[in-house]
């Protein structure tokens, strides 16, 4: 079963605006990762946060971690149109090296 | 090289057919994976293969069999499928780790149909 529950499940933003998508997850981890997913692609590694890190930024992305509450946020500034995809986060559980599993995953729409 | 390249993108087989699918990296990556993805669903962790043995197997009924002969190629077999195998198959690779999980390189997938 999924380790992450994503909200919103959809979301639709005009260009230029900010998108946040949230990542719950259910045990401990190692790290959390970001990928995203144009339609019937493959998957495209964003970042990694470790659990010992609360926010990581990379260009027009930034992700917090609280592992108190197991939770992630993944925030897109300014986003634009090519920013439309399916967004995952995924969990790389304590205890069971290389069993990286992905949440339930939120679809972006940056429309012009 | 940073790429992972899976063959066919696309194939069709009935449910007596035998089948492969076939992924390659050249990235000097030790774990390989297998993920299957319905569509609108997240992928589904199938099988993982560190240092050319497999070390994971989420409880994937024995028609899929997967085989790793070399540490650049991993092999998924197909064989006796159902319709509800349908799906695209993703491959990946990453460093492998003996602690923790890192950034995972996927393929484009290959998307089966099942007849």
């Known amino acids: 079963s999924q380790q992450g529950e994503e909200d919103p499940q959809a979301l639709s933003i005009q260009e230029g605006e900010n998108a946040t998508m949230n990542c719950s997850y259910k045990t401990s981890i190692n790290n959390l990762q970001w990928y995203r997913q144009n339609s019937g692609r493959g998957l495209v590694h964003l970042i990694l946060?470790?659990?010992?890190?609360r926010e990581k930024h990379s260009g027009r992305l930034r992700v917090t971690l609280d592992t108190s509450k197991k939770s992630s946020s993944l925030l897109i500034t300014a986003s634009r149109a090519a920013d439309t995809a399916s967004y995952f986060c995924a969990t790389d559980p304590t205890g069971t090296a290389s069993k990286l599993t992905f949440g339930t995953g939120t679809r972006l729409q940056v429309t012009l | 090289d940073t790429e992972v390249t899976q063959t066919p993108k696309h194939l069709v087989m009935g449910m007596t057919n035998k089948k492969s699918l076939k992924c390659e990296q050249h990235m000097g990556h030790r774990a390989m994976y297998w993920y299957k993805q319905k569509a609108k669903k997240p992928p589904e962790l199938m099988f993982v293969?560190?240092?050319?043995?497999?070390?994971i197997n989420e409880s994937v009924p024995s028609r899929f069999s997967p085989e790793c002969p070399n540490s650049s190629l991993l092999n998924l077999h197909l064989h006796a499928l159902q319709p509800e195998d349908s799906a695209l198959y993703l491959c990946a690779s990453s460093q492998a780790g003996l602690a923790a999980t890192g950034e995972l390189f996927f393929g484009e997938g290959s998307r089966l149909t099942v007849l």
């Open positions: 946060i470790r659990s010992n890190e």
């Open positions: 293969y560190s240092y050319e043995k497999l070390s």
